[in-house]
């Protein structure tokens, strides 16, 4: 076995392609522009299970997607348009929101959230 101090990012600590709350838990506000939506079958999350479908966004310099919830998807069509091609190149804010309903049921959970605010985006 071979061991090494580790000093990195949390969000390399997990491999997943998603982006989750522990990834940007502590930044703050974290600034994206959005390149794509993007539409996966047949996809085999981190518990386990299959989701037959997911959309997601990924983001321009990034390598996770984040996968959009009902809550994010409609934050988005209110903020750009429900024309998805008009969220391409647009520029949000992703924070971390505590209590949000947890898709497993129990507890509530942390959970990504989308915002866009004209003050302080370049």
């Known amino acids: 076995m071979s061991e090494e101090e ?3 990012s949390v969000s390399d600590m997990k491999s997943s392609e998603w982006l989750a709350s522990s990834d940007i838990i502590g930044l703050g506000d974290v600034q ?13 999350m981190d518990g386990g299970r299959t989701e037959k479908e997911i959309y997601s966004l990924k983001f321009v310099g990034k390598d996770k997607k984040m996968v959009l919830n009902a809550t994010n998807r409609k934050t988005l069509a209110k903020m750009f348009s429900a024309s998805v091609k008009k ?3 647009q520029k949000v804010k992703l924070y971390v929101e505590d209590g949000v309903r947890n898709p497993k049921g ?6 990504l959230r989308i915002k866009f605010e004209t003050k302080g985006l370049e």
């Open 32 to 44: 994206v522009t959005i390149e794509s939506v993007v539409k996966s079958t047949d996809v085999k």
């Open 87 to 89: 969220w391409k190149g």
């Open 106 to 111: 129990g507890s509530p959970v942390q959970g």
């Open 6 to 8: 580790y000093t990195g």
